[in-house]
């Protein structure tokens, strides 16, 4: 079996991994080619997919001069028109009752709390220069994946093809977290933890089997409350 985009292949299972840059639509295109070549259908598709920088990597200063536009149109080509691309490149494999799910954010929902990325003394004379400041691209990323949920989800109903499309709209996973952001986390989220790795599953084995065939253009918030308050 001959695919030229970097792939692992497990020869005794159905598993076929293969790895492609979101922001190329020439591999996207590739990727869906070999699929059709090899008469796979796809059932089931999750968009993980995003630009979203870790607390150590932030920027500093709320100067919004010092957010670049080119950094929104980056988040957006491997988020949103990542997504996008990925589901236009895949259709003719789509089966008729493949369930899509995209995947957003408490910051889809609301602004950032600025204030738990402060790692400085907001007394300081110098604390608009030296605070770490969560960036507009995430935001503007994540907003963006529900309006294309909707869309999408529509279209193809109105297409009279079940494919289904939803989004996730996830609040903080505990995945190495910074100590000093995780307690401030906790302050703003009512069951004052993140998520655990693994504590997701069942929500995403329900998005993606029959429980949920009745299901399309939901936004699911699952954020331990974050959005609430």
């Given at each position: 079996m001959n695919i030229d985009i970097e792939s692992n292949i497990d020869p005794n299972s159905q598993l076929i991994e293969l790895k492609v840059d979101l922001s190329n639509d020439k591999q996207i295109a590739s990727v869906a080619k070999k699929l059709q070549d090899l008469s796979i259908e796809v059932t089931g598709l999750i968009h993980f997919?995003?630009?979203?920088?870790?607390y150590d990597e932030l920027i500093y200063g709320y100067e919004i001069q010092e957010q670049e536009n080119q950094e929104i149109l980056q988040a957006?080509?491997?988020?949103?028109?990542?997504?996008?691309?990925?589901v236009k490149s895949l259709d003719k494999v789509l089966s008729q009752n493949c369930s899509i799910v995209l995947i957003g954010s408490d910051l889809s929902l609301v602004s950032p709390?600025?204030?738990?990325?402060c790692s400085c003394d907001s007394m300081d004379l110098y604390h608009d220069f030296r605070c770490r400041v969560k960036p507009l691209f995430y935001s503007i990323d994540k907003t963006a994946v529900i309006a294309l949920t909707r869309y999408l989800a529509a279209f193809y109903a109105?297409?009279?093809r079940e494919v289904r499309v939803n989004c996730v709209c996830l609040g903080s996973v505990e995945n190495n977290t910074n100590e000093s952001f995780k307690k401030k986390l906790a302050k703003i989220i009512p069951l004052k933890r993140q998520a655990s790795l693994g504590e997701l599953n069942e929500t995403f084995e329900f998005m993606l089997y029959k429980s949920s065939t009745y299901q399309t253009g939901s936004v699911i918030v699952i954020d331990g409350g974050r959005t609430i308050i």
């Open positions: 997919a995003a630009l979203n920088p870790k957006l080509k491997v988020g949103t028109l990542g997504a996008f691309s990925i709390n600025q204030d738990i990325y109105f297409s009279n």
